[in-house]
């Protein structure tokens, strides 16, 4: 909680994570700590430093993968932590060796859910695309197949696929909550700050448009998964109030804005705090 308030520096967590998670015995708190940390790295740390602090995370989860009773949970928790933070060119080709078969850890079930996830961290880190999506989605040629697949394609990190993630989560209001809470938590992701800095503006111009054609949970949904917080900073929150002083805005909606804004000015005193490492 520290962390997510802005008083724990993000990389000493995720150093205390690392020291630390090899030695949880209950899995659901092994799963919480590793969604806490998810959520940290999307929202809270410098994108710039997310990179190194998911490598850290990958080492040590490869080796307690390795390590791990075959067919335990805690054994699937390392895999699945391996599908949101391989980043080294060694990591990722052990994720792509667990996918395509050429690498085998004993007693661990490469199912259908895991499969996804490998993919989609390898979408992310362009070592795999449009044709591998492909593939898999002949797999598994499901609605979850098809909205995981979606998924995938929005976590490339090029401006073509960005592009296309976008106009489907905001031009459509045929997209079920799921899909787009899929999709948003795809497109909006830390290592792609760059790529996703000309959606800072779109985001303040389509929402009031974007928030009327859609309705209940999915339009609360995306008006925070789409909330720029990578790119927090006193232009970002200035640019907040402008969009808040606007007459006639939904409440509900300025609430969303209103909230995401005090989560990025918490990411922000999180990003300034002593001891980051400055890239």
């Known amino acids: ?12 967590f995720v150093a205390m994570l690392v020291s630390g998670m090899g030695g949880e015995p209950s899995i659901s708190a ?15 740390a410098d994108p710039a430093w997310v990179p190194e602090g998911k490598g850290q995370l990958a080492a040590e989860g490869i ?9 335990s949970d805690h054994q ?8 949101w933070t391989a980043t080294t060119p060694g990591q990722l080709d052990f994720v792509a060796g667990l996918l395509d078969g050429t690498v085998s850890v004993p007693g661990l079930p490469v199912d259908t859910e895991l499969r ?26 499901t609605d979850t197949g098809r909205r995981l697949a979606t998924a995938c394609r929005a976590a490339i990190g090029d401006a073509e696929h960005k592009a296309a993630a976008w106009r489907l989560l905001t031009g ?11 999709v948003a938590l795809a497109f909006n992701m830390a290592e792609h700050a760059a790529q996703l800095r000309p959606y800072v503006e779109k985001y303040f111009e389509e929402l009031p448009e974007f928030w009327a054609r859609q309705s209940g949970m999915q339009r609360l949904a995306l008006g925070e998964l789409l909330f720029p917080c990578t790119a927090a900073s006193p232009e970002l929150f200035k640019r907040v109030d402008e969009f808040l002083s606007q007459p006639h805005l939904d409440p509900a909606l300025s609430r969303v804005v209103g909230e995401r804004r005090d989560v990025a000015e918490k990411a922000l005193r999180s990003r300034e705090l002593p001891g980051q490492q400055r890239h």
């Open 116 to 141: 996804w996830c490998l993919l989609r961290r390898l979408t992310a880190t362009a070592r795999a695309g449009d044709a591998q999506i492909d593939a898999e989605l002949l797999r598994d040629a």
């Open 63 to 71: 080796r307690l993968l390795t390590a791990a009773e075959p067919g």
């Open 1 to 12: 909680d520290m962390a997510r308030q802005g008083e724990l520096p993000v990389p000493t």
């Open 76 to 83: 699937l928790a390392w895999a699945q932590m391996l599908g």
């Open 30 to 44: 092994l799963q919480n700590v590793h969604d806490a940390a998810e959520r940290l790295l999307a929202v809270s």
């Open 172 to 182: 459509s209001s045929d997209l079920g909550l799921h899909d787009a809470v899929e």
